[in-house]
C-alpha cells in the first residue's frame, strides 16, 4: 500500500517561514517525481514545486525567490520551504509522488494571515 502523509502546516503571519514535509511509503521514492500543490476554496488545485529524481526542480512563477523544494530520499519526504509567506499562500497543500502512477497525500492547511 502506498501512503503519503503532510505535516508542518499551520497558522504564520505574513512575512513569516514555514517548512513543510512529505513522508511516503509503499514506493521507490528515489526514482518518483515528487511535487507540492496548493488548493484554496473555490480555486483550481496548482502546482506550486517539483523535484525529479535527476535533480531538476521547477517552481510556479509566484513562488519563485520564496519557496524552495528538497528532497532527502534516504528517508523518503520532501520539504518544502516556504519563506516570506503572503495572505494569498493560504491554502491546503498537498504533496504527490509519481512516475507511472500518480499518488496524493491528505493535504495540510497553511494559513497566512496578522
Known amino acids: 500500500q502506498v501512503q503519503l502523509v503532510e505535516s508542518g502546516g499551520g497558522l504564520v503571519q505574513p512575512g513569516g517561514s514555514l517548512r513543510l514535509s512529505c513522508t511516503a511509503s509503499?514506493?521507490?521514492?528515489?526514482?518518483?517525481?515528487l511535487g507540492w500543490y496548493r488548493q484554496a476554496p473555490g480555486k483550481q488545485r496548482d502546482l506550486v514545486a517539483a523535484?525529479?529524481?535527476?535533480?531538476?526542480?521547477n517552481y510556479a512563477d509566484y513562488v519563485k525567490g520564496r519557496f524552495t523544494i528538497s528532497r532527502d530520499n534516504s528517508k523518503n519526504t520532501v520539504y518544502l520551504q516556504m519563506n516570506s509567506l503572503r495572505s494569498e499562500d493560504t491554502a491546503v497543500y498537498f504533496c504527490?509522488?509519481?512516475?507511472?502512477?500518480?499518488?496524493w497525500g491528505q493535504g495540510t492547511q497553511v494559513t497566512v494571515s496578522s
Open positions: 509503499g514506493i521507490r521514492f528515489k526514482i518518483y517525481t
Open positions: 504527490s509522488a509519481s512516475r507511472s502512477s500518480e499518488y
Open positions: 523535484s525529479t529524481f535527476d535533480g531538476r526542480t
